[in-house]
């Protein structure tokens, strides 16, 4: 039976957090270094940025063209002209739009100021009469002002005097000064493409070279985890980066046929705007809108081109958005929105409108560093769309912030991928062992533990109706845009639930007396057994420490019981009360079935349980699997605390806990 691979597990005992260090001072100092370097540096920083960018878009197209028998440096040569032919053409194609703009900017003068005029009516106009018919309503209630006296000295003076008119003549530009006045703009793009693409040939040259000396620098400790990640980050990214340039061209087509037909001028200059800006998510493509919108407004003869510009961008948003994206690539970004916004303030902070094009690669970037480099997991924290906490660790907030209502719907939508005894061996069960951990270092008041009892059992009964079932799961797809590497944590694999026990077919009944450990978390762990043994065909019940410790053990009747299961947290210390209780029931009832729940592998008692018992198991699943196992070895006919008829009958062996009626009923 395939199984999902193995919960993570807190340790026994968690320690507080240590104090930061001169680790924690010399990363924020190595931080800051770094901000410091990429805001002086930018100036080379950003052509080799390009560069690796533009590798990693040409590096699929040189393979492709490697698999042709072209060879290393045909392959890169063939790419590198194509990538330069696009970026020229796509340059002449701005620089001819805006020229034609300029040239064709006084035809639609006067549709500018006729638009100018009618908002300035709609608007300054009627502000301006409200002020005259203020100021003229002032003048009348007001009394007049008597002239202010001439100057005595100066009569002919004016108040005001006249400005004395002050010509500047700037002297005739030499035509070198010419040339550098007109060349200048036009140069340093060309110097910047010039870089831009020699870098990028030396990276698709010499990239397996460079990929041995970065393992050589970063992962010479673990080559195996360094090779895996460099070449999953690079084969997504370089999935990821061809997607998003497709779809973003695809909507620069779209947008500037639409712009066309609409009539908005200068259509071809708006969609290369609009497929740039794209590649910032959520605000990339409406920023170009606003643009394309002002202007089809104001050379516009009516408001129908405004209109249809906005449906337009509107409409195109949406399909590329919600309906291509998530066929290429899922639903997800990589990155969580709030990174998205941040990311874009910060780069282009540093590196200006360059700096917002690239944002969401730059920072995509990083947060599959993150995802690879333990020290930099910080940064896969904060920008990553992956949740922060795991489904135990949120199970277990849950129950200190009392709120099972949220923890029911996390239980039902992990419900839909795993079976219910899946869902309490990875999420709940994981969840109380952070709870037990948190009690063992008494960081957890009266008040805290009581909210974790309630709120735990408010979802064990809310989880009461369902069933226990396997769930087939598709294949997860690909989502380039995640880079999750194998290695990222437990995938869903498909599971089947632990054999059921049929009376009718096996002809028998079978009863399993759950015992509880005195741990805080122990009975709320019983519960769940007893409810995932009644949902397997077991008839259970449920019985506190309290009636088998040493005092009142006596008082105990075992005759007839065939299986026996404790449950307990505390399997893991091994303490003094556990193994004696194992003892007593082993004396007491030889021939009964004696299975000890939750117990750690490593765990000292161990060696008992071997003794003692007829099997350990480390969670819910493997513990239902030991009492069927069990049942089918065993008759539990005659057993006169459970019947067929009475899966929840009720004995002075079985009854509840006086102290803690509500398992009972749970």
Not at 18 to 34: I, K
Not at 256 to 267: D, F, M, Q, T
Not at 312 to 333: C, M, Q
Not at 506 to 513: D, F, K, N, Q
Request: charged letters at 20%; one cysteine or more.
């Amino acid at each position: 039976m395939p199984q999902a691979p193995a919960p993570r597990r807190p340790p026994a005992k968690i320690l507080p957090p240590e104090a930061p260090g001169v680790r924690a001072l010399a990363s924020l100092v190595t931080g800051v270094v770094v901000i410091c370097a990429l805001y002086f540096g930018r100036a080379v920083m950003i052509p080799i940025i390009l560069a690796i960018l533009l590798s990693f878009l040409l590096a699929p197209f040189v393979e492709f063209l490697r698999r042709l028998r072209f060879g290393q440096v045909p392959s890169v040569i063939v790419a590198v002209v194509i990538a330069l032919s696009v970026l020229t053409a796509v340059g002449a194609l701005i620089g001819a739009q805006v020229a034609q703009l300029a040239g064709d900017l006084p035809k639609y003068q006067v549709a500018v100021e006729r638009k100018l005029e009618n908002v300035q009516k709609m608007t300054v106009g009627r502000a301006d009469a409200f002020l005259g018919r203020a100021s003229r309503a002032l003048k009348r209630i007001s009394p007049t002002r008597e002239q202010e006296p001439k100057n005595e000295d100066n009569p002919a003076a004016s108040p005001i005097d006249q400005p004395m008119p002050v010509e500047v003549h700037e002297p005739t530009p030499t035509p070198l000064e010419l040339a550098q006045r007109f060349l200048s703009p036009v140069i340093s793009p060309l110097e910047t493409t010039g870089i831009v693409l020699v870098v990028a040939v030396f990276i698709l040259l010499q990239r397996e070279d460079l990929r041995d000396r970065l393992i050589r620098l970063f992962g010479s400790r673990d080559l195996h985890r360094a090779t895996t990640a460099m070449d999953e980050a690079a084969r997504r990214l370089s999935r990821y980066f061809l997607a998003q340039l497709g779809i973003n061209v695809s909507v620069g087509i779209v947008i500037s046929i639409g712009l066309a037909i609409i009539g908005v001028p200068g259509a071809l200059l708006f969609g290369v705007m609009a497929a740039l800006l794209r590649f910032v998510p959520y605000v990339g493509t409406w920023i170009a809108a606003l643009v394309a919108v002002v202007f089809a407004a104001a050379v516009g003869p009516g408001w129908a081109m405004l209109v249809w510009t906005i449906v337009l961008f509107g409409v195109t948003d949406i399909l590329a958005g919600h309906v291509v994206e998530p066929l290429l690539y899922g639903h997800s970004t990589g990155l969580s929105p709030f990174a998205v916004i941040v990311a874009a303030i910060f780069w282009s902070w540093i590196w200006g409108p360059v700096g917002l094009v690239l944002s969401t690669p730059l920072t995509l970037c990083l947060v599959i560093l993150g995802r690879h480099v333990d020290r930099l997991e910080f940064l896969d924290v904060l920008f990553g769309d992956r949740p922060a906490l795991t489904p135990a660790e949120n199970f277990y907030q849950r129950l200190l912030a009392n709120d099972p209502d949220e923890a029911l719907v996390q239980a039902e939508s992990l419900l839909k991928e795993r079976s219910l005894i899946a869902y309490y061996d990875e999420v709940a069960l994981e969840g109380l062992r952070y709870a037990h951990n948190d009690v063992l270092r008494g960081v957890v008041t009266a008040d805290q533990l009581r909210r974790i009892n309630e709120s735990a059992l408010d979802i064990i009964e809310g989880l009461e109706d369902a069933e226990d079932v396997a769930v087939s799961v598709a294949p997860r797809e690909e989502l380039p845009a995640s880079f999750e590497s194998p290695d990222d944590g437990p995938r869903i694999a498909p599971e089947s639930p632990p054999a059921r026990f049929d009376p009718h077919t096996e002809g028998h009944t079978a009863s399993v007396l759950c015992i509880a450990g005195r741990s805080e978390l122990d009975d709320l762990a019983a519960t769940i057994a007893v409810q995932l043994f009644r949902k397997h065909g077991l008839y259970a019940d449920l019985a506190g420490y309290e009636r088998f410790s040493r005092g009142r053990f006596g008082e105990v009747d075992l005759a007839g019981v065939s299986i026996i299961c404790v449950v307990s947290f505390d399997a893991a210390e091994s303490p003094p009360y556990l193994r004696n209780l194992l003892r007593r029931l082993h004396q007491r009832a030889p021939s009964a079935e004696l299975i000890v729940g939750l117990i750690f592998p490593e765990s000292s008692l161990q060696g008992e349980v071997l003794v003692r018992t007829s099997s350990a198991a480390v969670s819910f699943g493997e513990l239902v699997e030991a009492c069927v196992a069990a049942a089918r070895r065993q008759s539990t006919d005659g057993v006169p605390w459970a019947g067929l008829d009475d899966p929840g009958g009720e004995t002075a062996l079985s009854g509840p806990r006086e102290d803690a009626p509500e398992l009972r009923d749970a």
